[in-house]
Every structure is written in C-alpha cells, then in structure tokens.
C-alpha cells in the first residue's frame, strides 16, 4: 500500500516541480528507478525526463499565473483571447491556493470591466483603471464637444 501512497499522481505542477530535481539526480549516476522512487513519481514519467529529455508541460493555471507574473494586471478583453476558460482557471486556481485575484468595474467598461491580477499587483491594477477611466472621460468630454459644435451650427444658420 505505501507503494501506491507515494506514486498517486499529483498533477503536471507537481512533475514540473521535481523535474529538475530528477535532472540533478540524472547527473549523480541514480537509475530511472531509484529516481523515480525518491521523487515518488511513476517509472515512465522518469524515463521520458532523463532518456529522452522531455520536460513536462505546465498546467493551464500555471499558464495562467505566468501570463499575470509577466504582463501584470490584465483585462478581461486580453486573458479571454490567450484563455478563452479564464473564469473556470481562475476558480481552480483559488481551490488551489493560487494567488489570483479578480477585480469587477461596472459593466459600462465592458469587456475592461473584469481584470484578473496577482496578491501584490495591487498598484499596478490601480495605475492601469485609471488610464482607462480617465480615456473614457475624455472621450465623452470630445463627443460631448462634438455634439455642441453641431448643435451651435445649426442654431447659428
């Protein structure tokens, strides 16, 4: 039974974690199987990191996260063209203890209402909304000029 115990598969994050691990082992003359025995991984997973030197994949959460590590906060019209399932990630991302946040402004932003950024991020969310809110005002500040410069015409004829 303690065999089975320590081979469950735990998921791509936990095989991208003790890949490097493997690799250091590789270089210390362990088998495959002593390697897979000591990281608790299955045999087969082992071989294809150390024999054919296949890294493994990350998981779409870790993708996820990543994205928001380099690119900062981001609106909900970016994630959806790189996640089209963002609001699925980002509830297993929360069960999982990822740190994701997601911050709602009101619906007249439309799809730059909902942005997703990372504990931390926090001023940076902040900085990016107010370059949006303060382009939106402005633009209702020009189509409010516009439409009074045409109202004056037509009173002026």
């Not at 974690?17 to 210390?28: D, G, I, R, S, T």
């Not at 082992?46 to 024999?51: L, S, T």
Request: hydrophobic residues 35%; glycine residues 4%; charged residues 35%.
């Amino acid at each position: 039974m303690e065999f089975f115990k320590n081979h469950i598969r735990k998921g791509k994050n936990s095989y991208i974690e003790k890949y490097e691990k493997a690799k250091e082992l590789a270089e210390k003359n362990y088998s495959i199987k002593e390697i897979a025995n000591i990281l608790g991984i299955s045999y087969s997973a082992a071989y294809q990191w150390i024999k054919k030197k296949k890294e493994p994949k990350k998981d779409k959460i870790t993708l996820f996260y990543d994205f928001l590590s380099k690119n900062g906060p981001s609106p909900l019209a970016i994630i959806k063209e790189v996640f089209p399932k963002h609001s699925e990630l980002y509830n297993s991302a929360i069960s999982r203890g990822f740190k994701i946040k997601r911050y709602k402004l009101p619906r007249i932003f439309k799809e730059y209402s909902i942005w997703y950024y990372l504990e931390g991020q926090e001023n940076s969310l902040k900085e990016r909304i107010k370059i949006i809110i303060d382009k939106r005002e402005e633009m209702k500040n020009e189509i409010a000029e516009k439409i009074f410069d045409r109202l004056r015409s037509f009173y002026e004829k």
